[in-house]
């Protein structure tokens, strides 16, 4: 974002894209603060498939809520390419959100809570025995800790079916999601995860480089929450 331009995406955002894209079959999953960046919003949505992917963007960004309101959006960004393409890495590890639970356009209390997003970055296309790894050994360190995992995705490997908005290219992710209540349950459970030298060991010797992590602050009417 440009500087000091964040909160007014998050207000345009939040109170003209979420229902205007989900009326043509799109699901707005979260938006988030980055907290390790003031000038970073992070956005997630979802399709139901690549094709309904395109047939859904091509009517959010022809249509008319958007048509009005892009200047406006497109004045407080700098890059919008910050993009991966993503895929549940199994057929259950997808988010399970409450369709009710998105709280109203005129809610104004920031809610409790910090959602995390760990990307692992590999070499090839993820494979079977990655899956096999995080939901063998790593995830029962999770569990250990009491941290719930969310949603688990890998990369898309399906051309951008929607070229006008474009993904990063050539990227082979693993991605995870958990929450905690506050900024020091994380540091513990990060403080814990960081004792655990084997085990970091082997997971380390998987990855093509350090992970990438994302403490993200969901914005008011994120369905995606913290808590």
Known sequence: ??????DVLIDLFDR????SQEALGIRIIGQFRDLD???????????????????????FYGGPVWKAHRDAAN?????SDNVLLLRPARATSGFQLD???????????????????????FNAPVGAASIDFFEGKLNSVLRDSHTPV???????NSANTFPALPVREGEQVFVWFSRFANMTAYEDFDAAF???????????????GLPEVLKLSPTNRSQLRGR
């Open 75 to 79: 004045a407080t960004m700098i890059d």
């Open 37 to 59: 960046n003031p000038d970073r919003f992070v956005w997630l949505r979802g399709f139901p498939d690549m094709a309904a992917r395109a047939e859904g963007l091509q009517a």
């Open 16 to 19: 003209e894209f979420i229902e």
């Open 150 to 156: 969310l949603s688990y995705f890998v990369t898309e």
């Open 99 to 121: 369709d009710g639970h998105r709280p109203p356009a005129e809610m104004i209390n920031s809610p409790d809570g910090i959602v995390i997003a760990t990307i692992y970055y």
């Open 194 to 208: 960081t004792e655990r030298t084997e085990l970091a060991r082997e997971l380390t010797s998987r990855l093509r």
């Open 1 to 6: 974002m440009h500087p000091g331009k964040r």
